[in-house]
């Protein structure tokens, strides 16, 4: 995949925009209703949530990191990574979603949430804009980032951007079904 790196990182952005109106408006609903799940497996709007965080802890720092240790010149085009292309896709949202095994440490089921899930998202997702537009001064295609799940398989950062947003894009539709 191609894409010029400003409508990437901008497609990005909007995407976290939505997420983080989507979370803004949860907040005046009861910690009874964000925490109902549709069955004893299926997560509730707080959980998905908070798995979200739970991976935000990791990615946030991450491309901070990398950003601020970056002395790269931006990129006209982003050019995706074939592992990182893979990756960012499964996590897209799609109509007949596959369901994915999440590892146990990512996993929130029957925690005792309450909204304090929610204020972590919405800076979360405040933190992740401005990460998106510190990217724009970075080569999205030299930047390289770890993994969550293994340190030593690294992807470009315009893909680790695209993963987690595809993620969080997933997970925030998975809430929006609690309703």
Known sequence: ????????????????????????SLLNISDEKLNFRNSEKSWSILECLEHLNLYGKFYIPEITNRLKNSDTKPIDIFSSGILGNYFAK???????????????????IHSDLDKRVLTEFIAQQKQMIQLLNDAENVNLNKVKTSISISKFIKLKLGDTFRFVIYHNLRHIEQAKRNL
């Open 90 to 108: 499964s996590m897209l949202p799609k109509e007949n979603l596959n369901k994915m095994k999440t590892f146990k440490s990512m996993n929130p």
């Open 1 to 24: 995949m191609k894409i010029p790196a400003k409508q990437l990182l901008n497609e990005l952005k909007n995407f976290t925009n939505e997420n983080l109106e989507f979370v803004e």
